[in-house]
């Protein structure tokens, strides 16, 4: 059988993130013997937890695709700041929607969903109330997958700290003071150039 991806290679699963195929095994689940992927996530904390793995058919790869590459993630960088809001009033509906678009796992509209709940936060803030749990809980795991792939597509690597990662955003003016963001709960990226693109992403993002 002619593979897709091979050991070592780095993808992307649509719920599990950046990973890392580690073998490619048979197994036997009732329908012969059929080859898979074995994935483990590629950014993850050891010292939290252990890794995970995750088994794909080979013969049926649907939940998995190449990463976007350099001008692919340069192409949405640039959208972002007119990608329209995707707020439902209906927090059912809401919800369902956003779901939906982290369980396909499209780049550019998991930066749509992070986005819009960052409009509404600005809109909750001057009303004096929050945005609610379920909403910021999905918008910080389309953040997960968007840094997680933006890192591996620009070839930089995610360090993980025990601690609410920050970065140091590195400011368009020379004469700017530097200024602490908080990113998603596990994540730090330290180097400049990636910041700078991060930088912009979160400032359209919160606009």
Known sequence: MRYTFKVGDCLVHKSAGVCKVVAIVKEDFGSGLTDFYVLEPYCVDKSVSSNSQTLVRVDNPVQIREFAKKDEVMKIYNQIENLPP?????????????????????????????????????????????????????????????????????????????????????????????EKIKVSKSLSFCHSKYILLISKFRVLVFK
């Open 86 to 178: 995707l707020w439902i009033n209906d927090s059912k509906h809401r919800k369902e929607l956003f779901q939906k678009i982290l369980l396909e796992g499209n780049l550019l509209q998991l930066c749509q969903l992070i986005r819009t709940v960052y409009l509404k936060k600005n809109e909750y803030i001057e009303l004096k109330k929050n945005v609610p749990i379920t909403d910021n809980t999905l918008c910080a795991n389309a953040e997960k997958l968007v840094y997680e792939e933006f890192a591996i597509s620009l070839k930089k690597t995610p360090n993980f700290s025990s601690s609410c990662a920050s970065f140091t955003l590195k400011p368009y003016s020379a004469q700017s003071s530097f």
